[in-house]
């Protein structure tokens, strides 16, 4: 890995912020332009941001790096030993509810992770330095599993903002 981060020129960067927008359910995605203020806000300090995506995943990926003005890079990544050993290097990475954050969970890097349909009680660590938001709305954790299944605009995932989000990965790379 070493050598792909000199090729892309953040060998010393930091801090590198990682950011995984995907999963395999779609309800479970929060929107790409908070993702990309959030990491901007996290970057601009000479920061990058590392935006990863798997087999399928670009379209996801290119979403967020379109909406960012600070530097980042797509990684796209075609297996979990790459995945891991890019995620490794990040000091925070900021996530949905979805596999690459229970890896940077294992690996004991912080994770600022949203939630929606999802409980975050059952998969979230629950303990510093992982950070976790999700809507205060009576229908957070429902159990829907697609955007178009939800009858009210997918609120638990439109109304968590860019800025507290940022605040927490600001708090864990301070750390």
Same mark, same amino acid.
Request: with cysteine; charged share 20%; glycine share 10%.
């Given at each position: 890995? !070493? /050598?792909?981060? +000199?090729?892309?020129?953040?060998?010393?960067?930091?801090? *590198?912020?990682?950011?995984?927008? $995907?999963?395999?359910?779609?309800? =479970?995605?929060?929107? @790409?332009?908070?993702?990309?203020?959030?990491?901007? =806000?996290? #970057?601009?300090?000479?920061?990058?941001?590392?935006?990863?995506?798997?087999?399928?995943?670009?379209?996801?990926?290119?979403?967020?790096? +379109?909406?960012? $003005?600070?530097?980042?890079?797509?990684?796209?990544?075609?297996? /979990?030993?790459? *995945?891991?050993?890019?995620?490794?290097?990040?000091?925070?990475? *900021? $996530?949905?509810?979805?596999?690459?954050?229970?890896?940077?969970?294992? /690996?004991?890097?912080?994770? #600022? $992770?949203?939630?929606?349909?999802?409980? +975050?009680?059952?998969?979230? @660590?629950?303990?510093?330095?992982?950070?976790?938001?999700?809507? !205060?709305?009576?229908?957070?954790?429902?159990? *829907?599993?697609?955007?178009?299944?939800?009858?009210?605009?997918?609120?638990?995932?439109?109304?968590?903002?860019?800025?507290?989000?940022?605040?927490?990965?600001?708090?864990?790379?301070? +750390?």
């Amino acid at each position: 890995m !070493d /050598l792909w981060l +000199r090729a892309q020129h953040l060998d010393g960067v930091r801090p *590198l912020v990682g950011v995984s927008p $995907t999963s395999r359910r779609s309800a =479970r995605m929060w929107r @790409p332009d908070a993702f990309a203020a959030a990491a901007d =806000r996290l #970057v601009r300090a000479g920061g990058a941001a590392l935006i990863f995506a798997g087999p399928g995943e670009a379209p996801a990926a290119e979403a967020v790096a +379109r909406r960012m $003005t600070g530097r980042h890079v797509i990684a796209a990544c075609e297996g /979990l030993p790459q *995945l891991a050993a890019l995620i490794g290097r990040c000091g925070v990475l *900021l $996530t949905n509810d979805n596999g690459p954050m229970h890896l940077a969970v294992a /690996l004991n890097v912080p994770t #600022v $992770t949203v939630y929606g349909p999802t409980r +975050r009680e059952n998969w979230h @660590p629950g303990r510093p330095p992982h950070a976790a938001f999700q809507a !205060d709305i009576p229908c957070a954790g429902c159990g *829907l599993q697609t955007v178009p299944q939800c009858p009210y605009e997918h609120k638990c995932m439109t109304l968590v903002g860019a800025d507290e989000v940022a605040a927490a990965a600001e708090r864990a790379l301070a +750390r």
